[in-house]
């Protein structure tokens, strides 16, 4: 009777240290959607332009994100998949492009 007691008795101490630990929630994994495109242009001199551009693609990407899934789903930092695509260097005019998946945890 003892070894049994003993034995439920570790037992559940061991579920609930993998339900602690061990297991994820549903809840706690990423839910993505497609990817989705933002692109912008800048201008500026010495970089100035790509990096106001990126800037501003990665805002476009937020914007469309909001409007076509919602307001939880448009967080850049959540997003999976980021691809950038700048044309760095440029003297007057800089276009960068993102594409990445939009998730929500």
Same mark, same amino acid.
């Given at each position: ?10 037992? #559940?101490?061991?579920? %609930? ?6 297991? $994820?929630?549903?809840?706690?994994? *990423? !839910? ?20 106001? #551009?990126?800037?501003? %693609? ?6 469309? $994100?909001?409007?076509?899934?919602? *307001? !939880? ?20 005019? #800089? ?11």
């Amino acid at each position: 009777m003892r070894t049994t007691v003993k034995f439920a008795g570790l037992l #559940a101490a061991a579920a %609930a240290i993998v339900s602690t630990f061990g297991v $994820v929630e549903a809840n706690a994994l *990423p !839910r993505c959607r497609a990817p989705v495109e933002g692109v912008a242009t800048a201008t500026g001199i010495l970089g100035t332009g790509s990096e106001k #551009a990126r800037i501003e %693609a990665r805002e476009n990407w937020r914007r469309t $994100v909001r409007s076509l899934y919602g *307001p !939880r789903y448009s967080d850049f930092w959540n997003a999976q998949g980021k691809r950038w695509d700048c044309k760095k260097g440029a003297i007057l005019l #800089a276009k960068c492009v993102v594409v990445a998946k939009p998730c929500r945890y």
